[in-house]
């Protein structure tokens, strides 16, 4: 039924795990069933709990909002024809995405937007690929840009823009920020270049960049994240169609590699040693306690 495979997955509250399934909609996967939430014709490329609200964005500018109180979702989109990678917030109700260089920003939950244009001052301007929030900073991962890529800090108060990280022959596709460290994951389609880099924090500063190794060459890592103190990670497909889900041990400085999907893995989730992953091609559920793989696709 789902051999199109999946573009986000994120987990509920309720226990339930939501994807987005390529050319059919919003589905919820709980208990090992199905369940059509929301049918939609395009993708959706990344899923964000904030506050009692479930939000995506993804092609053509689409952005949804699913209310878990009355179960009703908003569908509306932004004035572009890009693909949007990255959406992040807060429970305050900040909530910001991204097409091109630009920034989208709500204060109200998503109700109204409002544009910022972080690199305005730069003659070259990069495009946005992945984000994150933190208190009032907005971390802005760029696709490959050989003048002003790399890993920016901007600060919506002040709109002061820093780059804390130089980057001119790879992209960031995904970035994980908590009160002790910064995690990005990394790539370029046409390279080897793909690897899992990690940043320890001193306050409010960064200290080293630490790039994990790995003992597959990589085109990319398109999604990073930490859940319950555990790194993952996982990979573009390599040339057999295959992509990898990746552990980060941090005490031995390495990303190891434990299962594989067919496509472009787009990103997991991680909930009491259940992985799941959305891959192009198909879905799979790890059940890290019991050593056991489905495919679910």
Not at 232 to 257: H, Q, T, W
Not at 261 to 282: K, P, Q
Request: hydrophobic content about 35%; glycine content about 8%.
């Amino acid at each position: 039924m789902f051999t199109k495979g999946a573009t986000a997955v994120v987990s509920l509250s309720t226990g339930c795990f939501i994807f987005s399934i390529k050319d059919r909609g919003i589905y919820s996967f709980i208990n090992g069933e199905w369940k059509l939430k929301y049918p939609l014709s395009y993708s959706i490329y990344h899923f964000k709990v904030i506050g009692n609200y479930l939000f995506g964005v993804g092609e053509h500018g689409k952005i949804i909002r699913y209310n878990q109180k009355n179960d009703s979702w908003v569908e509306s989109a932004f004035p572009t024809s890009q693909r949007l990678w990255g959406i992040t917030g807060n429970d305050y109700g900040l909530i910001v995405t991204h097409a091109g260089s630009y920034l989208f920003f709500s204060e109200n939950y998503g109700k109204t937007w409002r544009t910022i244009q972080p690199f305005q001052h730069l003659k070259k301007k990069p495009i946005i690929r992945s984000l994150a929030i933190e208190e009032n900073t907005v971390y802005i991962g760029t696709q490959i840009h050989k003048e002003n890529g790399g890993l920016w800090e901007y600060n919506l108060d002040t709109n002061c823009l820093i780059r804390i990280k130089e980057e001119n022959a790879t992209m960031i596709s995904s970035i994980y920020i908590d009160k002790q460290m910064i995690c990005i994951a990394k790539g370029a389609c046409s390279t080897f270049n793909g690897c899992v880099e990690v940043n320890k924090r001193i306050g409010k500063t960064f200290s080293n960049w630490k790039k994990f190794a790995q003992t597959i060459n990589e085109h990319a890592f398109l999604d990073v994240f930490i859940s319950e103190g555990k790194i993952f990670a996982c990979s573009s497909k390599d040339k057999y169609g295959y992509s990898r889900v990746y552990y980060g041990d941090y005490l031995k400085n390495e990303m190891i590699p434990f299962d594989t999907i067919r496509g472009h893995c787009f990103g997991g989730v991680y909930v009491n040693e259940d992985l799941m992953f959305a891959g192009s091609e198909e879905s799979k559920w790890i059940q890290l306690k019991s050593n056991n793989t489905k495919k679910i696709h």
